[in-house]
């Protein structure tokens, strides 16, 4: 049982930077694929950006390409999304996400672990 633990949450101004961190109890992480996702109050869970369990590759969601690195430390179990050039509509929970797999999926129903979320605030 993976639990996960999200920090780095705040409010910052349009233009600014956050870096969340995902940390993982699990010990293997590297056997899990993870990935962030963001959900706003009436809508779904939305795919931000994916990391595969090596790390090697990754994948991002077209609002944020350009904008945000995902990247992972197995060695520390963590996982982390620096997010650049923040703007209003980048406000919202941010969730990090594990699955017991090599590879990311976009779609939040292939996860089986959840962190409880960290809250974003980007103002105008």
């Known amino acids: 049982q993976v639990q996960l633990v999200e920090s780095g949450g705040g409010l910052v101004q349009a233009g600014g930077s956050l870096r969340l961190s995902c940390a993982a109890s699990e010990g293997t992480v590297s056997n899990y694929a993870m990935a962030w996702f963001r959900q706003t109050p009436g809508k779904e869970r939305e795919f931000v950006a994916g990391?595969?369990?090596?790390?090697?590759?990754?994948s991002y969601t077209d609002s944020v390409k350009g904008r945000a690195t995902i990247s992972r430390d197995n060695t520390q179990s963590t996982m982390y999304l620096q997010m650049d050039s923040l703007r209003p509509e980048d406000t919202a929970v941010y969730f990090c996400?594990?699955?017991?797999?090599?590879?990311?999926?976009?779609?939040?129903?292939?996860?089986?672990?959840w962190g409880q979320g960290t809250q974003v605030t980007v103002s105008t």
């Open positions: 996400a594990a699955r017991l797999s090599l590879w990311y999926h976009q779609s939040p129903r292939e996860y089986s672990y």
């Open positions: 990391i595969s369990g090596g790390g090697s590759t990754t």
